[in-house]
């Protein structure tokens, strides 16, 4: 007589309970990872946004005060003392849609400095925002500006357009709220 070892095929009610119990394992380490890391990660969001500010327009301090103009894409307002404003913006027009751009604003309605804080533009296109040859010509520009394919005196950067567009339309915003601030 031979016998053969039946194998017992795992039941859909076991297959379901492992599985729930890894996904449960698993969230709860993300959940764990996420609680002990993200002290870090907003105390690096802060020193980012502050080192942003002080590049744009120095000061002492910054004040956040409240924003109430209509324009959607101001995502904050700082005073910075007697010096200006500060205007943290995102654009609706940027190619990855996740542009982020802090602009000074002194006091007699003057853009101070860009900043890129966040991007995801393309690499080598239009992450060149961020260097100077391109940042530094909003320095001392008043009203509204455009880039030269739209008739206006920004250079845009070869290739980026769009992103050009994009950094242009937050420096509107922002002067455009500073103006309203006072």
């Known amino acids: 007589m031979s016998e053969t070892a039946v194998k017992k095929e795992p039941g859909m009610a076991t297959l379901v309970l492992v599985l729930f119990a890894i996904s449960a394992i698993v ?50 307002v700082y005073r910075a003392g007697d010096a200006g404003w500060v205007v943290q913006v995102t654009p609706a027009t940027s190619f990855s849609g996740t542009l982020s ?35 530094d010509q909003f320095i001392g520009k008043s009203g509204t500006l455009a880039v030269s394919k739209d008739g206006g005196e920004i250079d845009a950067i070869t290739g980026a357009t769009i ?20």
Do not use: H, W
Request: charge should be negative; hydrophobic fraction near 40%.
């Open 27 to 76: 969230a709860l380490l993300l959940g764990v990872t996420n609680m002990i890391t993200k002290p870090y990660i907003d105390a690096n969001a802060e020193k980012t946004k502050q080192a942003a500010m002080a590049e744009v327009l120095p000061a002492d301090g910054y004040e956040e005060v409240k924003y109430t103009g209509g324009d959607g894409t101001v995502d904050a």
């Open 101 to 135: 751009v802090m602009v000074g604003v002194d006091m007699e309605g003057k853009c101070t400095g860009v900043s890129i804080v966040a991007t995801g533009e393309t690499s080598g296109l239009g992450s060149n925002a961020s260097k100077p040859a391109f940042k």
């Open 163 to 182: 992103t050009s567009r994009g950094v242009t339309e937050s420096v509107n915003s922002a002067l455009d709220a500073a103006a309203s601030m006072g």
